[in-house]
């Protein structure tokens, strides 16, 4: 593994090779074990949101808004800005971005890779503006969604890559400040979306870590990321439903509520 090839490439062309040439291991989890709770919390979303699937049902406005971007994400040709409107709006909706925290979209974050500097995006993030511009939750688009299996994104390595540079950047930003850095056991929460299903994620990043990826260097440890992708137990159901079906969108809404504890609100 030592001897795998490590290069300055761009941060969307990150795969698993790349995670394997940096001892990075993703693991799965079920929900007691990722979120750290046995039972997981009811969304604090208004009632109709889990009780009508169309938007047409919907008596407040910004709930209908929501479920319409819904609509047009599932839409076989949709295209990304969908993804990243309806994610932006469903964490305003959840009260992931609110106040001095903001959801920002497309959003550059620098990352010195093997001697040079790149740049990751950051399809959604939420910033904290009341702590030095901090990023505390990193989106990644899946753009394989009704591509098939022959689309070459991998939207789980570029995620990680990007949780990476996060790491890099806000602990710049502290020390510039005379802040302390937050290095132990140091962890970046982030969500591969595809289409409205989400996969959450826990990214431990330290400091050697981001040294090692800065030089090109393989790391002394491996690094750990936990992974979780919402069930539903209905018979039948498939992955690519997203949040369409209310049994999905109930499940789907309790993980990203009980999220919110991860990410640090």
């Known amino acids: 593994m030592a001897n795998l090839r490590r290069s300055a490439e761009s941060w969307s062309d990150w795969t698993e090779a790349d995670l394997d040439a940096y001892d990075i291991v993703v693991v799965s989890e079920d929900a007691a074990t990722f979120f750290g709770q046995a039972v997981l919390p009811e969304p604090h979303v208004q009632q109709e949101l889990l009780d009508y699937q169309k938007a047409e049902d919907m008596v407040n406005d910004n709930n209908a808004e929501l479920i319409n971007l819904l609509d047009l994400v599932m839409v076989p040709s949709s295209e990304d800005s969908a993804v990243v409107d309806f994610t932006t709006e469903l964490l305003k909706t959840l009260g992931y971005a609110k ?128 992974r979780h992708r919402p069930a539903v137990s209905r018979p039948g159901h498939r992955w690519s439903e997203g949040m369409e079906p209310l049994d999905a969108r109930k499940e789907i809404l309790r993980c990203y509520e009980a999220f919110k504890a991860i990410v640090g609100f």
């Open 99 to 226: 106040r001095h925290r903001v959801a920002r979209t497309r959003k550059n974050i620098p990352l010195l890779i093997c001697g040079e500097w790149r740049h990751a995006k950051a399809d959604v993030c939420v910033m904290d503006r009341g702590d030095q511009d901090d990023i505390m939750l990193l989106v990644q688009e899946d753009r394989r969604f009704g591509q098939g299996e022959s689309a070459s994104s991998d939207p789980q390595a570029q995620l990680i890559g990007a949780a990476i540079a996060t790491f890099s950047q806000n602990k710049r930003r502290r020390i510039e400040a005379g802040l302390p850095s937050r290095d132990s056991k140091h962890f970046i929460p982030g969500i591969v979306v595809a289409g409205t299903t989400p996969t959450f994620y826990k990214i431990y990043v330290n400091s050697e870590l981001e040294h090692s990826i800065r030089h090109g260097l393989y790391p002394c440890m491996r690094a750990r990321v936990s």
